[in-house]
């Protein structure tokens, strides 16, 4: 017979609260805070966003909740009343995490990459035994814990994504999960609108992932981040170990060769020592050397080598993430690399010079809309894209929104494509721009709807 989730008594006692109006169930199959996902069997979270999550608990006990966690009763349904839903949100994560104590557990944070790196994880987790991670990148101060309390009691790995806007926010999320393993992907300028000592202050929030490690636990960080010797100093003044990866020399896991055929990826590289060779559904080289930041990861929370590769093998890329698509177009074919998800300098370079390595008969082009969250110095951050641009060999650039307006003026005038202020504006000079045989690569920040032209091309 399979365990339920959660029972209503473990709950109390994970919370301290008290139980009203159960009836003949006492047990639950999941747990949530939004009622329009919820499922029956579900634990609803009442909890206090841009609107009460109070006002929803008859809403959620109509869709099949058993019990509701509420700081007062209301009719319809069992409740667990708490002083805090919040809080008792984050008791229940961390009786869930000591209630699976041996359970091995990783923790993902960086300024880009974190979602495909988690993932990665996850698929070798997965093929290893019992694993357990968030749906989607559930990486707040809700989406942690929440992630936590999903959490099966008979779960033997379990990875976790910590994200941040502002310092002192990784902390209580990293002691809540007690992480074996940590990977930082990498340090960049994101954010940096709320750290006035900017990248610098980035880097010192990201290193509270190591609060929370268990005492010798594994800090896996980016040798060719600039900040690395910064990382490695704050982590083994944690009691960390430190492992390395990239493309330097003398790194624990270190790209060697990285090659696109088609819509995968070759790569070869060197762990510890040990030459390997796999291939990935993510053409960009940047994800190659995420990949190695995985097996790291995986290697720590005790999945074998050899089902670390199986895995990478069958990761399929994430949506807006680097997915390749080639379809026909205008008599023959046009082949779309969807980075559309979200997008600050480190990663508009990164998938520029992805971009710029590929083989193709026809043009490369970039279709690019503005960056979002940089701080004071937005402008000057779009505009210094042209030197990333210009080096990637691109045929031709599309831009969209007022930011990408300082690299349009940046820009060598042969490169230039298409200028509008909005995504939907420049959408019809890239359709009519676009020629068979060539590949365009579509990035932007989600507030900028990069996603939106990806879209159409895909259904057009």
């Known amino acids: 017979m399979t365990r339920p989730l959660w029972t209503f008594d473990e709950l109390a006692k994970a919370t301290g609260g008290t139980l009203t109006g159960v009836g003949g169930i006492t047990e639950a199959n999941g747990i949530n805070f939004d009622s329009r996902g919820l499922e029956a069997g579900d634990v609803f979270l009442a909890l206090q966003g841009a609107r009460d999550g109070h006002d929803f608990v008859p809403q959620a006990f109509q869709a099949g909740a058993v019990l509701a966690v509420t700081r007062r009763p209301i009719d319809g349904g069992a409740c667990l009343l708490v002083p805090d839903v919040q809080k008792a949100l984050e008791d229940i994560a961390v009786f869930a995490r000591n209630r699976a104590p041996d359970a091995r557990r990783g923790a993902v944070t960086g300024s880009v990459g974190k979602t495909s790196v988690t993932q990665m994880v996850m698929q070798g987790l997965q093929q290893a035994g019992r694993a357990h991670s968030a749906i989607k990148s559930f990486n707040n101060h809700i989406g942690v814990p929440l992630t936590l309390a999903r959490m099966p009691a008979d779960t033997q790995r379990a990875v976790f994504e910590i994200g941040m806007n502002h310092a002192d926010e990784i902390t209580p999320l990293s002691e809540f999960v007690a992480p074996h393993a940590v990977v930082i992907t990498t340090v960049g300028a994101v954010h940096t609108e709320n750290f006035p000592d900017g990248e610098a202050g980035v880097a010192a929030a990201k290193a509270e992932i190591f609060d929370g490690l268990v005492p010798g636990g594994l800090a896996i960080l980016n040798a060719d981040n600039r900040w690395f010797e910064y990382l490695s100093t704050k982590a083994r003044g944690s009691g960390a170990l430190v492992a390395a990866f990239g493309e330097s ?7 060697i060769e990285h090659r696109v055929n088609g819509d995968r990826a070759s790569v070869a590289a060197r762990f510890h020592g040990r030459d390997i060779v796999f291939s990935l ?46 379809k026909p177009f205008k008599g023959g074919e046009l082949t779309i690399i969807d980075e559309s998800y979200n997008a600050n300098p480190v990663s508009m370079t990164a998938t520029l010079a992805s971009l710029g390595q590929r083989e193709t008969a026809g043009r490369k082009v970039a279709v690019l809309t503005d960056m979002l969250e940089l701080g004071v110095d937005e402008a000057a951050q779009h505009a210094g894209l042209a030197e990333a641009v210009v080096a990637s060999g691109v045929d031709r650039v599309y831009l969209a929104g007022p930011l990408m307006q300082n690299l349009w003026d940046a820009l060598p005038s042969g490169l230039k494509g298409g200028y509008a202020a909005t995504a939907a504006d420049l959408l019809p000079a890239v359709t009519d721009g676009l020629q068979a045989g060539d590949v365009v690569m579509l990035k932007g920040s989600n507030g900028s709807k990069a996603g939106l032209i990806a879209r159409a091309l895909l259904a057009g």
């Open 249 to 255: 020399g003398g790194v624990d896991a270190q790209l």
């Open 281 to 326: 559904s993510h053409t960009g080289r940047h994800q190659a050397v995420n990949a190695l930041a995985a097996l790291l990861m995986l290697e720590a929370l005790d999945v074998d080598l050899d089902t670390s590769l199986l895995a990478l093998e069958s990761f399929a890329t994430l949506e807006g993430r680097g997915r390749v698509i080639t």
